[in-house]
């Protein structure tokens, strides 16, 4: 029969009816659960039916509360043989965004930043800009392109004055900046604010900060807001994340300091961490510069060179899949 791998299309489904065989004879595999309603398309269910399919393989059952075996239900009801079970592990890595943001009802988070070999993102004694070499940071701004916002905290915007924009690579979408800035101390004067009409900026900040003066400039200007409970004296991540989640963000990169990078990690909000390490030592005294410490082990990790530095992408999650 005619199998597709990983992912059926409506014009692929018409183009089964064309197929000389015998349209029952027809395997569509496909990476989750075909779905019954109405979104950006149509049923999908409805397409592999009217194709007369033969038999649908899944890995597992969609989550997603408007499908939850329904999917597989209208399937076997129209006499079409449903398998579950294949590739199960591996849909679920590829999936796991969705997964995170459905069942978990927030985005899935990947943490990035570059290091000295000492493990330091910061030399309190001053040195070069940047720790990672020009490629690196080119592959940084591919991920970038691809998540829906770049967290950072307002340390960071007062240090730095970052754009948080990928440039000079293909463009997948354009990820919204996000501030975590609890006493709105991100400057007037700053990149992300003189650009905000152009490029979502939102700013996260404690509750009842947004009816301040300050908060109203930053609206003038195109700042968006959100506010958040505190948590031991600092922004409540779960909650914000929960928040960036309902309004359909997906993935999300922090990208701040180390700061805020444990702060995602004191409380398990890290789903993946891309560790670029350059060939340097700060080598400072204790206490003069600053790493990130991993509260748990990596669930897998793959490591790649990039010139003269040296890449870990860790999953720091197991995937679950229902």
């Known amino acids: 029969g005619y199998h597709h791998r990983f992912g059926a299309s409506h014009a692929e489904i018409e183009a089964l009816r064309a197929c000389r065989e015998s349209p029952r004879e027809a395997t569509v595999y496909v990476n989750l659960e075909p779905c ?16 007369r399919v033969g038999e649908v393989v899944i890995p597992f059952l969609d989550p997603f509360p ?3 075996g ?10 079409i043989r449903v398998r579950r079970g294949v590739l199960a592990e591996e849909a679920a890595e590829v999936l796991a965004p969705f997964l995170t943001l459905t069942c978990l009802r927030r985005p899935y988070v990947i943490a990035k930043w570059a290091q000295s070999l000492d493990g330091q993102l910061v030399s309190a004694r001053g040195g070069p800009r940047w720790i990672s070499c020009e ?7 591919r991920l970038r392109a691809r998540v829906d916002a770049i967290i950072v905290g307002a340390g960071t915007v007062l240090a730095d004055d970052p754009m948080l924009t990928a440039r000079e690579v293909p463009m997948r979408r354009v990820a919204a900046r996000v501030v975590l800035d609890r006493r709105l101390r991100t400057p007037l004067s700053s990149q992300l604010v003189r650009t905000a009409e152009r490029i ?3 700013v996260v900040a404690a509750s009842g900060a947004g009816a301040t003066r300050k908060a109203m400039q930053l609206r003038e200007r195109g700042v968006e807001f959100l506010e958040c409970g505190l948590r031991g004296g600092r922004l409540a991540l779960r909650q914000c994340l929960r928040k960036l989640g309902q309004r359909g963000m997906t993935n999300v990169m922090v990208e701040g300091g180390p700061t805020v990078l444990n702060a995602f990690f004191a409380e398990n909000l890290g789903d993946e961490a891309w560790v670029f390490v350059a060939p340097t030592v700060f080598a400072g005294k204790p206490g003069e510069a600053k790493g990130v410490a ?14 003269s530095d ?7 999650t197991c995937p679950r899949y229902l």
Do not use: N
């Open 36 to 51: 019954c309603h109405y979104g950006k398309t149509g049923p999908c269910t409805d397409a592999l039916i009217a194709a």
């Open 66 to 68: 408007e499908v939850r």
């Open 70 to 79: 329904e999917g597989v239900r209208r399937l076997r009801r129209a006499g």
């Open 135 to 141: 490629a690196s940071r080119r592959e940084a701004h």
């Open 200 to 202: 979502p900026t939102i």
């Open 294 to 307: 991993l509260t748990r082990a990596p669930w897998s990790v793959q490591i790649g060179r990039i010139e």
């Open 310 to 316: 040296v890449l870990f992408r860790m999953r720091l």
